[in-house]
């Protein structure tokens, strides 16, 4: 009786897998940063890493938010609904610099996140039939630097707009 009060019990652990509920990364920056073009840099990197997350699992979301933490640890949100689901790094950079736009007024940040949400398996995706030739590139580009982070390593390709980001955060493979 007393080894349960003293979180002792030996019964086998039951696990059941659940699918996530959302997919997110966001990074406390060493330093305070204002400059917009130095944020959206380092959206582009957290969205790479929320994008190869989603594919990596097979899921689409369509629901993207953006937060960040100002240095006084004032904590801004803004999130997108969009119209069809996606994975595409392009796609969710693109509404995250947007959500950025509107939530940042020139305070200093300390942390800036991305997130996807309202995810459902990427074999129920209902494709936008006036993307289609723009979504077939992404894919393509997606697909072919997953497959390189696969072999080499998640570090081992970048997107030209997130070099200069690299030196001050550090995205760690999974």
Not at 122 to 150: A, P, R, T, Y
Request: hydrophobic letters at 35%.
């Amino acid at each position: 009786m007393w080894e349960y009060a003293n979180g002792i019990d030996n019964s086998e652990v039951v696990y059941e897998y659940q699918q996530p509920k959302c997919i997110g990364n966001s990074v406390t920056l060493p330093f305070d940063i204002v400059n917009i073009e130095k944020l959206n840099e380092i959206l582009l990197l957290l969205s790479e890493k929320v994008s190869f997350r989603l594919r990596k699992h097979n899921l689409i979301g369509n629901s993207i938010s953006v937060q960040i933490k100002t240095k006084n640890f004032e904590v801004f949100s803004h999130q997108k609904k969009i119209d069809v689901s996606t994975d595409q790094t392009k796609t969710i950079y693109e509404v995250s610099r947007s959500l950025l736009e509107k939530i940042h007024n020139g305070q200093k940040i300390r942390l800036i996140g991305v997130r996807v949400s309202n995810l459902s398996s990427k074999d129920e995706c209902q494709m936008s039939i006036f993307d289609i030739d723009e979504n077939i590139k992404q894919k393509k580009l997606d697909n072919v630097m997953d497959k390189i982070k696969d072999k080499y390593g998640y570090n081992s390709i970048t997107r030209a707009g997130e070099i200069n980001v690299r030196d001050i955060i550090n995205i760690r493979e999974d």
